[in-house]
């Protein structure tokens, strides 16, 4: 992590992360896309999403999660900044000429060697079959359906631990605790995502706070009566609802919101904490 000197006061507290491992490089322009960004409004400019608005301009960078390419092996040409995700991105160049970028793994550096492969060895970067990683080994970019690619284990610093392999499924222990299984026939690939260092950042002040994009929110119970469940009463009154209310009065706080028949229930060995 990287501290500052105590220039201002709202400068004395902010961190960031280390950028010194990523390249100097440009992005790669085939593969950058301008989004939408409509701050939270809808088609009539009303805000239907609130704490949202402004924030610096940005490109999406298309992430290859399949990496359907079996066999061609690549090498790691750049580590980039992604404005769109907390882990750092790796543009790697297959020996058939194509880039595309992937998820970087904690420690790749430039000039490394990756493969997909339903038997690819055992090295971070690689990508292979869940049956064939041993048991103990760290995953991430993890498919949940054959050929969607990558949904599980993808922001920085996360990964699943290969628990068991048992009648055609691998057991996994994810970052929340949750033990599921996954189909041993789905890709996955090895080691820890990159920038693990990123739940420690400070944003220190409200303006680098606006450059994300977030606007202020304000407590219920700063608001009047009329605006909020929580609002009015002299002074610093209690929240005066049996239970914790949106600003809609929809309850909230340990209130079950996952589907009682989702059919991924079943593959879900032991909930999260």
Not at 197 to 209: E, M
Not at 220 to 245: L, V
């Amino acid at each position: 992590m990287k501290s500052y000197k105590p220039t201002t006061p709202s400068r004395r507290f902010i961190t960031t992360v280390d950028y010194g491992v990523l390249s100097a490089n440009k992005p790669l322009k085939k593969l950058l896309k301008k989004l939408p960004e409509n701050a939270g409004r809808n088609f009539q400019g009303r805000i239907t999403v609130r704490h949202q608005s402004g924030g610096a301009k940005r490109l999406y960078r298309l992430i290859d999660f399949k990496q359907d390419k079996l066999d061609v092996p690549a090498k790691v040409e750049s580590l980039e900044y992604d404005p769109y995700r907390t882990a750092f991105i790796a543009l790697i160049l297959y020996k058939d000429g194509e880039r595309r970028y992937v998820l970087a793994v904690k420690n790749m550096k430039v000039g490394d060697e990756i493969i997909v492969s339903e038997n690819a060895a055992l090295k971070d970067g690689n990508r292979l079959k869940l049956k064939n990683i041993p048991i103990g080994y760290l995953i991430h970019n993890i498919e949940l359906q054959k050929n969607k690619g990558g949904q599980l284990a993808r922001s920085a610093g996360s990964y699943a631990e290969v628990l068991a392999q048992e009648n055609g499924f691998t057991n996994l222990k994810l970052s929340s605790g949750e033990i599921r299984k996954v189909s041993w026939d789905n890709f996955a690939s090895l080691g820890q995502v990159s920038n693990p260092d990123h739940n420690l950042v400070v944003i220190g002040k409200a303006g680098r706070s606006r450059l994300k994009g977030v606007r202020p929110t304000v407590r219920g119970s700063a608001m009047n009566p009329r605006d909020h469940p929580y609002g009015g009463g002299e002074g610093r009154a209690k929240r005066g609802t049996k239970r914790p209310k949106t600003k809609w009065g929809k309850t909230t706080g340990g209130h079950k919101t996952r589907k009682k028949h989702k059919w991924s229930n079943v593959l879900i060995m032991k909930r999260r904490k």
